[in-house]
């Protein structure tokens, strides 16, 4: 057995282990405060090792896994039963959620947006909506993101609404920079699409996050029986659309989730989270977006490109529910 040291003892040497030190006998015995602090910071120190090793390992799983590059075109038919004949076909191509901020946790950099760009001008579309979030927290670059923007063709032009994070950024200058590149801003606002004399109205309203959506200004002034498509960058205005009689809403905001751990979690069908929903005679989708926020990861959840493609028909009838799972099926294309 080994006696008890006195005060006056020499220091003792701990093994190199901090977790068996604590119960070796002469350490158990030890008074010396100074050694206590010696071995209590050793293992914190240990602890901190693995978990720097952790963490590290993590990184490279992430990293290997990372989808954020990884642009999806999805293809979403939409069957409107009170759409005009002449819009049969009609193409509205949706962005979302670029986050253009390289300071914030963002993979959206110059090369990730003009990707996006060339792939929907090669689709041809006959509408472009953009929905939201274009910064994360500086309006420093939205200029050069505006600029870029601007280089998508459509026939109809480019519309766009604001998001929350636009406004905490700030709105107006956002707005304008937008404005000044030939985009249209839609702030509780509409205006008409038209062909072959028909007619479809577009609206769009400021984000409901801030309360600074305006749904009856928007809709103010669109004849009775027209075909509507809102533009709301928070999908939780979906019940007031539905009140409104708003036919078709686009949204974006909740990215997918971003990180998804379990594939199931992408079919909870009661969640606002992303794709297509009906809540009885209104239609909703909802897109993943093209950037992040926070963390620089998607998983499970690759930023997306949506074609709505806007067809004449109800969405009650059988013939849609088919029509929908056979060009949904294998109408997924990944854009690398």
Avoid at 183 to 194: C, E, F, G, K, Y
């Amino acid at each position: 057995m080994v006696a008890p040291l006195r005060s006056d003892s020499p220091p003792v040497s701990a093994p190199d282990n901090p977790c068996i030190a604590l119960f070796h006998p002469r350490v158990y015995n030890q008074p010396s405060v100074e050694f206590w602090l010696r071995v209590t910071s050793g293992m914190i120190g240990q602890q901190k090792r693995e978990l720097r090793a952790l963490v590290a390992t993590w990184i490279e799983l992430a990293r290997d896994a990372n989808q954020a590059r990884e642009i999806e075109i999805v293809h979403q038919p939409v069957y409107l039963p009170g759409l005009p004949k002449a819009f049969d076909g009609y193409l509205v191509a949706q962005l979302s959620d670029i986050h253009y901020d390289v300071h914030h946790g963002s993979f959206a950099d110059e090369d990730h947006i003009e990707a996006a760009v060339r792939a929907i001008n090669r689709i041809r579309p006959d509408l472009v909506v953009l929905t939201g979030d274009y910064v994360t927290a500086s309006v420093a670059h939205i200029q050069p993101l505006a600029e870029m923007l601007a280089e998508i063709e459509a026939r109809d032009g480019v519309f766009a609404v604001l998001g929350n994070h636009d406004f905490w950024s700030g709105a107006d200058r956002v707005a304008r920079a937008l404005r000044r590149q030939g985009i249209a801003m839609l702030r509780n606002a509409h205006t008409q699409l038209r062909r072959d004399g028909e007619g479809v109205a577009l609206l769009g309203v400021d984000d409901s996050t801030v309360l600074a959506h305006d749904l009856a200004a928007a809709r103010r002034g669109v004849p009775e029986g027209m075909t509507t498509i809102l533009l709301s960058h928070n999908p939780t205005l979906i019940g007031r659309a539905v009140r409104s009689g708003i036919d078709l809403m686009l949204s974006g905001h909740t990215h997918g989730g971003q990180i998804r751990l379990s594939p199931r979690s992408s079919r909870r069908r009661r969640s606002l989270w992303q794709g297509w929903r009906r809540f009885g005679p209104t239609q909703l989708y909802i897109n993943r977006g093209l950037g992040t926020v926070v963390l620089p990861v998607r998983f499970q959840c690759p930023p997306e490109i949506t074609i709505i493609e806007l067809k004449c028909g109800s969405p009650r009838d059988r013939r849609w529910r088919f029509l929908k799972k056979r060009e949904m099926g294998r109408r997924r294309t990944s854009l690398r």
